[in-house]
C-alpha cells in the first residue's frame, strides 16, 4: 500500500520547502522529498540557495568586505593597525558553514512543526501522481498525492572541454569551498556567480580575471548602472575582459591553461583555478518516469501556465526548473501561491515585480523596466536620479558610490522602474517594489516622509528628481 497525500512536494529548496510548509498550514496532508545530504550524511533541506548558494555567498562575502575594509577602509577612519592584518581561511568557512548549518537545520525543524513528512532521498513522479522515493540505501517506497509540486531547482551549465573536477575546475559549489587563496583565479561569465564569488576572492587577495562573451556588462541591467558598476569593479582591481570567449582549457602544472578569443585574436591565460559560471539550467534529472504527462520545454524547463500548473491534472512545477528569473524569492513566493491554489484559496506571483539583488560592492539592485527596455517598447518615459555622494549618511558612512534611478510613466507617473547601485541597494529597493507592486507612482515616493539621514532619502531626491524638483541636486 502506497502512503497517501494531499500534497507530495519534491525538492526541498526556497520554492518546495515553502510550498510545503504553506500548504500544511492550510490543513492539507503534506510530505516533502530532497536528495541533498551534509558532509555528515545527513538531510539538508533548503537547497542549492541555503547549502551552495545565497547563504554561503553571502556569509564569504560579508567576511571578504570586513577583511577588505579593514586594509582599505578603517584608516579613513583613524582606525591605526600595528601590523597587516591576516586572514584565516579555514575560520571563514567554518563561519559559514556554520551559518549553513543553523539555516538547514531551521529548515528541517519547521518541516516538523508543521508536520510535514520529510524523506531523504530521490523522488521520481510516474503516472497517476505516484511517486517512488528512492533512499540512498537503495530502498524504495512509493507514495500517492493529490497534487504533485515539483520544486527540483537547478544546476550549473558546463562547457564542453570544461568538466567540473571540483579541484581546478569548479563551479559554484567549488567557489564557496576553497580552502585557500588562489594567486591566480580565472571565471567564466561575468554574471551574478562570476561578480560575487570573484569580488569574494579578490578581496582576499587573489588576481582575479573574468572572461565575458558579451560585449556588455550585465546586459539586463540598466546601462547607467551597468556603466557605474564596470567602473567601481576596475577601481577595485577586477580584470573584466568584455566580448571574451574561452575556447579551452587545459590542465597542466597544476594550472589551467586557458585559450580565449577576442577581436585582439587568441590568447593564453594561466590561472590557478577556473571558476565556469555561465548560467543554469533546470534540474530533471531522475524526477520524471513514463506517461507523467508532463511536458519539457527546449530548454529542459517544466511547461507550465501562469498559475505554475503543467500540462499533467494536479502537477505543478515552481522555481528554477520552470520559467521566469531563478531567483530564491521569485521560487518561494511560486511555492506560496501554488499551495494556496491547490487549497482553493486565490495564489498569484507577479512576475513583472520581482526584484533582482547583486551582492557586490556596491550592491546592485533592480525592480521592473530599465531605460533601454522601454525605448525599445516604445514606452515614454520621464526618468530622475541621485547619487549616494549627495547624500549626508552615505558620505559620514564613507561609503558613498552609485546612484538611484527611477523611471516613470511620462503620463501617468506610475513607477516603471528603479535602479540602484550603491550602499544598501538591497534593502532600498524594497519600497521600489512595494510601489510598483501597489501601482504607485514616483509623486507617491516624493510624498513620502524619508527619515534623515538615511539612504532612503537618496530614493525620496531620485522620485522628486523625475518631475526636476530635487532639492539636493541640479534639475
Ligand atoms: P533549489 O534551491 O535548487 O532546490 C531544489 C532541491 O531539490 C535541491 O536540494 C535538489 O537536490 C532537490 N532535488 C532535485 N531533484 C530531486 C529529486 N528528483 N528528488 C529529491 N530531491 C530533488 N537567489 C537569490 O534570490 N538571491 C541570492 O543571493 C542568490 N545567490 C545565489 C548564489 C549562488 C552561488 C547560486 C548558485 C544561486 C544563488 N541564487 C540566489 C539562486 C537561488 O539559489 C535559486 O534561485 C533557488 O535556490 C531556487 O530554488 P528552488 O527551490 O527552485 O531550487
Ligand atoms: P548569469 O546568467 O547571471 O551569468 C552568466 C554570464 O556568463 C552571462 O553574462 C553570459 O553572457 C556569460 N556567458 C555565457 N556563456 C559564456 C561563455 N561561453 N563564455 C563567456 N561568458 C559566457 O549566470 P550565473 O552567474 O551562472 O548565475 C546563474 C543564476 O543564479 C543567475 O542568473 C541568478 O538567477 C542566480 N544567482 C542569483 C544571485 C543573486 O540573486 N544575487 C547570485 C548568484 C546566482
Not at 158 to 177: R, S, V
Not at 231 to 245: V, Y
Request: with cysteine; hydrophobic share 40%; charged share 25%.
Amino acid at each position: 500500500m502506497s502512503k497517501q497525500f494531499d500534497v507530495i512536494v519534491i525538492g526541498a529548496g526556497p520554492g518546495g520547502y515553502v510550498a510545503a510548509i504553506r500548504a500544511a498550514q492550510l490543513g492539507l496532508s503534506t510530505a516533502c522529498i530532497d536528495d541533498r545530504s551534509n558532509s555528515a550524511d545527513q538531510p539538508a533541506p533548503g537547497g542549492t540557495c541555503l547549502n551552495i548558494g545565497c547563504i554561503p555567498s553571502k556569509a564569504l562575502l560579508d567576511s571578504s568586505k570586513h577583511f577588505h575594509h579593514l586594509q582599505h577602509q578603517y584608516a579613513d577612519h583613524g582606525i591605526k593597525l600595528d601590523s597587516q592584518p591576516s586572514m584565516d581561511i579555514s575560520i571563514m568557512q567554518q563561519r559559514k558553514d556554520k551559518v549553513v548549518k543553523q539555516l538547514t537545520g531551521g529548515v528541517s525543524q519547521l518541516l516538523k512543526i508543521n508536520k510535514v513528512d520529510f524523506f531523504h532521498g530521490q523522488g521520481t513522479l510516474e503516472a497517476a501522481r505516484m511517486v517512488r522515493v528512492k533512499s540512498k540505501d537503495g530502498t524504495e517506497q512509493m507514495l500517492q498525492g493529490k497534487h504533485i509540486i515539483l520544486a527540483s531547482g537547478s544546476v550549473p551549465i558546463e562547457l564542453p572541454g570544461m568538466a567540473f573536477d571540483n579541484e581546478y575546475i569548479i563551479d559554484n559549489a567549488g567557489a564557496l569551498a576553497l580552502g585557500d587563496v588562489p594567486k591566480r583565479l580565472g571565471v567564466i561569465g561575468a554574471g551574478v556567480i562570476g561578480l560575487e564569488l570573484g569580488s569574494v576572492w579578490k578581496r582576499l587577495g587573489a588576481e582575479v580575471t573574468l572572461f565575458e562573451a558579451m560585449d556588455e556588462l550585465l546586459a539586463a541591467a540598466d546601462l547607467d548602472i551597468a556603466k557605474a558598476a564596470g567602473r567601481e569593479f576596475k577601481k577595485q582591481g577586477l580584470d573584466i575582459r568584455l566580448g571574451c570567449k574561452v575556447k579551452s582549457a587545459e590542465i597542466k602544472d597544476n594550472a589551467v591553461t586557458i585559450t580565449t578569443t577576442s577581436s585582439k585574436g587568441e590568447e593564453q591565460v594561466v590561472v590557478d583555478r577556473l571558476l565556469v559560471a555561465v548560467g543554469r539550467r533546470a534540474n530533471t534529472e531522475g524526477l520524471l518516469g513514463d506517461n507523467t504527462g508532463v511536458k519539457l520545454n527546449d530548454r529542459n524547463q517544466i511547461e507550465v501556465d501562469e498559475h505554475c500548473h503543467t500540462d499533467a491534472e494536479n502537477v505543478w512545477a515552481v522555481g528554477d526548473a520552470v520559467r521566469g528569473p531563478m531567483l530564491a524569492h521569485k521560487a518561494s513566493e511560486e511555492g506560496i501561491a501554488v499551495a494556496e491554489l491547490i487549497a482553493g484559496e486565490s495564489g498569484h506571483c507577479n512576475l513583472a515585480t520581482i526584484p533582482w539583488v547583486i551582492y557586490t560592492d556596491p550592491e546592485i539592485a533592480w525592480v521592473g523596466k530599465t531605460e533601454q527596455e522601454l525605448e525599445q517598447a516604445g514606452v515614454k518615459y520621464k526618468a530622475g536620479s541621485f547619487p549616494f555622494a549627495a547624500t549626508g549618511r552615505g558620505l559620514a558612512m564613507g561609503d558613498a558610490a552609485g546612484l538611484v534611478k527611477l523611471i516613470a510613466d511620462a503620463e501617468t507617473d506610475t513607477l516603471l522602474g528603479a535602479h540602484i547601485i550603491g550602499p544598501g541597494a538591497s534593502e532600498l529597493i524594497a519600497e521600489c517594489v512595494v510601489t510598483m507592486e501597489f501601482s504607485g507612482c514616483a509623486e507617491d515616493l516624493a510624498r513620502i516622509v524619508h527619515a534623515h539621514p538615511t539612504l532612503s532619502e537618496a530614493v525620496h531626491e531620485a522620485a522628486l528628481h523625475v518631475d526636476k524638483r530635487a532639492i539636493h541636486r541640479a534639475n
